[in-house]
Each structure stands twice: as structure tokens, then as C-alpha cells.
């Protein structure tokens, strides 16, 4: 029944919930193995055989909120904050441009001195330098206003993981934040205009196979233009350092149904998953993943951008190691494509 469930998937790009809590409940490294070939069918004939490449720019530590699973809860001491200014910023954009990036991921914690004003100052310098690529935005929860202001500053995409669907696990892991009000950003991110990636975390603690049921319905509703997952990696100073990470195999798996389930989203075979195993990157690709990010932010500064344990920061997830990548995308067959790559929805 699970493959034939598989097959419905790949045919409607849906399933009820009980259809999913049955396919997640009978997951089975041959049930994965067939995800991965029709994921992987999917993905080429939407996207041929192109890997889009984002350049990352982690451009502050500092964060006000306290995300149990986050290395950089306010919380957490033992982190070295760090932020960088607008020049240092714009520094790495240029790096990234002469590599040939035309898309800058600008990811970075809540940081309350990252106003509206210093974000929009931002994304206007960076817009009027380089006209010619995209500007992706990932801070968090902000206003109405605050997201339309980005957005007319030049930001055209937008981040924001949902990081689970269940109200439940979602408040228990996000002491003083509204499951409602991450929903409400992601609406009027969409409303305003932005491409928009929602996401959840695999394999974090306390989650169950319904809550995964409900973050696959949430998706398919939301239709967001891209979405990250990636596993729970623990962090040895946060209240959820001594948990056991999501595993690779089962975050590929769900990859693959959710590139069956909304065949032409950007799908990033995400750093976390290429460190929980040295295959993961390309793991992912093959499992219908799209996208991916390495990073631009200045070597000496990346390691204290410490979600969790043994992040990798250097070879394939360093765009300064642009060989390696590059062999490692056409090694699993696939092209390394440097274009701007807006979601096909937008073009
Ligand atoms: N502060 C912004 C936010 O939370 O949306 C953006 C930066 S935050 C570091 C980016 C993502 O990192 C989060 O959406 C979360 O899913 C992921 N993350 C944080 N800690 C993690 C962990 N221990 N394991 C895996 N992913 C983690
Ligand atoms: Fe801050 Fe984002 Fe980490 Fe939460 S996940 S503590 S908001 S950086």
C-alpha cells in the first residue's frame, strides 16, 4: 500500500492525512529508494538537471529569542557574538559576485540592532551595487510593514522556516513565541509579494509522525515557493544538547515527498544535513533537492555562527572551495547553475 500511496503522490501531488501518517508509518530504505526515483524524476523535468547555487552571508550571532534547539538562544554564553557591518557585508557580496553568485542569502539572528532602518540600508546598498541579483532575506518574525519596507528596499525572497506545524511542539520549543504569529509572517510575506520558503526541522525532539503529517499539509496549503528542511542537530549548550540528531536517511526521504508533493519548489539540500553525513549534500540532490547554499561570510567569523555541533563551515560548504563544489554537483550528474534561478512560478 505504501508504494501505491507513493505512485498516488507522484500522480496528484497530494495525499489525505491518513494517507501520509501511513506512508511515513511504513518508511522502509526500499519505499525511500523508489521516493528518490520518482523525486528525482520530477526534479529534472522541472528543472532539468540544474543545481542553483545561493551565496550564504551569516551576518550576525546575536539573537534575542530562545529557540530550545538554537545554539544562538540569548541564552547561550558560550557563544561568541559577533555582527557585521554594512561594508563587511557588502565585501562578501563582491567576493560572492566574482565567484559568480547572483543571489546573497543574508541569514542572521534576531538582532534588535538590525533595525528596519539598518535592514532597509542594507538591501538597498547591496540592490543599487548589484542590480542584477537577488537579495534573499532570513531575520525572523518582523511586522507587515517592516517585510513591505525590505521588500521595496529590493529584497524579493524571504526565509522563514515554519519549523513545525504542530501548535503544540511548536510553543514548547519557542518559549514567549506564537505558533500564530510565525504563521501570519509567512501569510504576509506571500501577500506582499515575496518568494517565500517555509520549512521544518526533522527529527527534533518530541516530534511524532502526526506532527509530520501536519507540517506536509501545512506546505501543501501554504504552497510556498521554497522550502527548507533539514535534521535536528543537537547543540551542546541549549536544553536540547543531549538529544540524538534526525537521521539523513529519513530527512532525504521526506525531500523526496516533498518534491513529489510540490514538484516545482527550490529545494535546498541544506549545511545541516551535510554535516550529520559526508554523503548529505549529494544525498539530497539526488533525492530530488535543487539548491544549494555555501557560504560567504568571512572565514574567521564562521564557526561562531554555531547553530549546533560540528556545523561545517569549510570544503563543499564554503563557496571559497568552488571546485569542490562544483565536482561534487556534476559528480552526482547535475549542472552547477549561477543564474539568479527565481522560482519558475516567477517568470
Ligand atoms: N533567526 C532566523 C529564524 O529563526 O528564522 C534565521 C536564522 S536561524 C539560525 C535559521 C534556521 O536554523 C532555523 O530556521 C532553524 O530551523 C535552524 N536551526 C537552528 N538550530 C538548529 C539545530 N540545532 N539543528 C538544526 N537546525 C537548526
Ligand atoms: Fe534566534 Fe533563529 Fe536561533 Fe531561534 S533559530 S534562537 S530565532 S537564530
Known amino acids: 500500500k505504501s508504494f501505491l500511496l507513493l505512485q498516488k503522490l507522484y500522480e496528484t501531488h497530494d495525499l489525505s492525512k491518513e494517507e501520509?501518517?501511513?506512508?511515513?508509518?511504513?518508511?522502509?530504505?526500499?519505499?525511500?529508494?523508489?521516493?528518490?526515483?520518482?523525486?528525482?524524476?520530477?526534479?529534472?523535468?522541472?528543472?532539468?538537471?540544474?543545481?542553483?547555487?545561493?551565496?550564504?552571508?551569516?551576518?550576525?550571532?546575536?539573537?534575542?529569542?530562545?529557540?530550545?534547539?538554537?545554539?544562538?538562544?540569548?541564552?547561550?554564553?558560550?557563544?561568541?557574538?559577533?555582527?557585521?557591518?554594512?561594508?563587511?557585508?557588502?565585501?562578501?557580496?563582491?567576493?560572492?559576485?566574482?565567484?559568480?553568485?547572483?543571489?546573497?542569502?543574508?541569514?542572521?539572528g534576531e538582532d534588535t540592532y538590525f533595525t528596519d532602518e539598518r535592514i532597509e540600508a542594507l538591501v538597498k546598498g547591496i540592490h543599487e551595487r548589484y542590480p542584477d541579483c537577488a537579495i534573499t532575506l532570513s531575520i525572523g518574525e518582523r511586522s507587515y510593514a517592516s517585510y513591505l519596507r525590505f521588500y521595496q528596499a529590493g529584497a524579493r525572497r524571504f526565509l522563514l522556516r515554519h519549523e513545525t506545524a504542530s501548535k503544540q511542539l511548536y510553543e514548547s520549543l519557542h518559549p514567549h513565541m506564537s505558533f500564530e504569529h510565525r504563521i501570519k509572517c509567512l501569510k504576509d510575506l506571500k501577500t506582499i509579494g515575496y518568494q517565500v520558503g517555509a520549512g521544518f526541522l526533522v527529527g527534533v525532539p518530541?516530534?511524532?509522525?502526526?506532527?509530520?503529517?501536519?507540517?506536509?499539509?501545512?506546505?501543501?496549503?501554504?504552497?510556498?515557493?521554497?522550502?527548507?528542511?533539514?535534521?535536528?542537530?543537537?547543540?551542546?549548550?541549549?536544553?536540547?544538547?543531549?538529544?540524538?540528531?534526525?537521521?539523513?536517511?529519513?530527512?532525504?526521504?521526506?525531500?523526496?515527498?516533498?518534491?513529489?508533493?510540490?514538484?516545482?519548489?527550490?529545494l535546498p539540500a541544506t549545511t545541516a544535513l551535510a554535516t550529520l553525513d559526508p554523503k548529505g549534500g549529494e544525498m539530497g540532490l539526488l533525492s530530488g533537492a535543487n539548491v544549494v547554499m555555501p557560504n560567504l561570510s568571512p572565514i574567521e567569523v564562521r564557526h561562531q555562527y554555531a547553530l549546533y555541533d560540528g556545523k561545517v563551515y569549510v570544503g563543499t560548504e564554503s563557496a571559497l572551495c568552488q571546485q569542490q563544489i562544483l565536482n561534487n554537483i556534476e559528480n552526482v550528474g547535475f549542472i552547477p547553475d549561477f543564474s539568479i534561478g527565481h522560482s519558475p512560478r516567477c517568470c
Request: overall charge negative; some cysteine; hydrophobic content about 35%.
Open 20 to 108: 501520509w501518517l501511513y506512508l511515513l508509518e511504513h518508511y522502509t530504505d526500499a519505499l525511500a529508494c523508489s521516493a528518490r526515483e520518482l523525486a528525482h524524476q520530477v526534479s529534472t523535468h522541472y528543472f532539468g538537471k540544474r543545481v542553483y547555487l545561493r551565496g550564504l552571508i551569516e551576518f550576525t550571532n546575536i539573537c534575542h529569542r530562545h529557540c530550545l534547539y538554537c545554539g544562538l538562544r540569548s541564552e547561550n554564553e558560550n557563544v561568541v557574538r559577533y555582527r557585521l557591518d554594512q561594508e563587511t557585508i557588502l565585501a562578501c557580496c563582491e567576493e560572492g559576485y566574482k565567484l559568480g553568485y547572483r543571489t546573497f542569502v543574508l541569514q542572521g
Open 206 to 266: 518530541g516530534q511524532t509522525m502526526e506532527d509530520l503529517v501536519e507540517d506536509f499539509c501545512f506546505l501543501k496549503q501554504l504552497d510556498p515557493h521554497m522550502v527548507g528542511i533539514g535534521p535536528f542537530m543537537p547543540q551542546k549548550d541549549t536544553p536540547l544538547g543531549n538529544f540524538t540528531s534526525g537521521t539523513a536517511e529519513f530527512t532525504t526521504f521526506l525531500l523526496s515527498l516533498i518534491r513529489l508533493m510540490l514538484p516545482d519548489v527550490l
